[in-house]
């Protein structure tokens, strides 16, 4: 047998082999269950909240369990992470269950923003509710308290409010026109002047006396009015 002969043999069985060998089948992509992710979130979260896995996500299936840790403040939101090569990361919100459908640590309630509040923003009685079912640690547990407080950062739908977050809101500002008053003993005075900086109710504040210039420390009583150390109020005795 010539070495002609024998090449073609070789490539006559290399044809027979290739076209024997099936080629290789795509493996199916085996995504993450959400149900039992979801089950895992609430597991950490605690009886009464309930997270909110979106559905339409495809997630690639996690070879380990995922670690799971609050993300920012209130624990309204929570960052679930898969590690590896493959891995993924999502952002999960938490809202809290309707009453009965949880125990209630503590069982006092808290005021839970509805709407949006920006930082330096004002809550008013349409931003928030009282949610007897819901609890946190600092949590404020009734409106009035809230409600013309500022915010010292923004606020989202479904978070608790802590009395940490809220500043009284500023009665007099800087430029503003006021009333300087002082007195007591059932006389009262009182001169036009004007705020140099900001202040709440019970602040103290600097002001300008228009008619002689003087600026003076006061104390602010109320919007637009400020008044003296020491100051009674003619009509109830009070400071």
């Known amino acids: ?10 490539w006559a069985l290399a044809a027979i082999f290739a076209v024997g060998v099936p080629a290789a089948t795509a493996q199916p992509v085996i995504f993450e269950n959400l149900d039992r992710l979801e089950a895992q979130i609430g597991d950490f ?37 898969c590690g590896g090569p493959d891995g993924w990361q999502i952002y999960v919100p938490i809202d809290m269950k309707p009453a009965g459908q949880g125990a209630v ?20 009685a349409g ?6 079912d ?4 600092g949590g404020v547990t009734a409106v009035d308290q809230v409600v013309g407080k500022v915010v010292i950062r923004a606020l989202n739908p479904g978070e608790a409010v802590r009395a940490n977050m809220l500043i009284a809101a500023n009665a007099v500002k800087r430029g503003d026109p006021v009333q300087i008053k002082s007195g007591g003993g059932g006389i009262e005075v009182a001169v036009d002047g004007l705020a140099e900086q900001d202040a709440p109710v019970g602040g103290r504040v600097r002001v300008r006396n228009v008619a002689s210039g003087n600026r003076i420390q006061a104390i602010v ?8 150390p020491g100051y009674k109020n003619p009509e109830d005795g009070r400071e």
């Open 45 to 81: 979260a605690g009886p009464n909240r309930a997270p909110r896995v979106d559905r339409r996500l495809k997630l690639g299936a996690c070879s380990i369990r995922p670690e799971l840790i609050w993300y920012g403040t209130g624990q309204t939101t929570v960052l679930v992470r």
């Open 134 to 137: 819901t609890y946190v640690p």
């Open 127 to 132: 931003d928030v509710d009282f949610r007897p």
């Open 221 to 228: 009583i109320a919007p637009g009015i400020v008044a003296l």
């Open 105 to 124: 640590q503590g069982g006092s309630g808290a005021v839970v923003v509805v709407r949006p509040v920006p930082r330096g923003g004002t809550i008013t």
């Open 1 to 10: 047998m010539n070495r002609t002969t024998v090449s073609r043999r070789l």
